[in-house]
């Protein structure tokens, strides 16, 4: 008897998050402030915070793609790990107003 079995490669089973929600309405509301920034997270960690700024900096978090519409910083404020963030692309914003 064989150990190895050939066989189709399954497709991976999608969870579905929550989270994507909740970054999908924060990106939504920075779109509709342009250029302001806005405290959007707390973490319990700095390394927390900058790991989440380096994902919307990134386009690595679907609300937030492609790279470079968003801008996102981290800071330490009273002790508090914070992600602070803003909607920077003003060309998307013009081409949708101009539709």
Known sequence: MSIVQ???LPSP???ERKSG?????IANTLMEHP??????QRHDKSTQAATAAYKINHGLLAAFRPAGRFEAASRTVKGEYLVFARFVDYEAQAAEVSE
């Open 6 to 8: 050939f066989q189709m």
């Open 35 to 40: 250029g302001r920034w806005a405290r959007i």
């Open 21 to 25: 929600i909740r970054f999908t309405c």
């Open 13 to 15: 089973e999608k969870k």
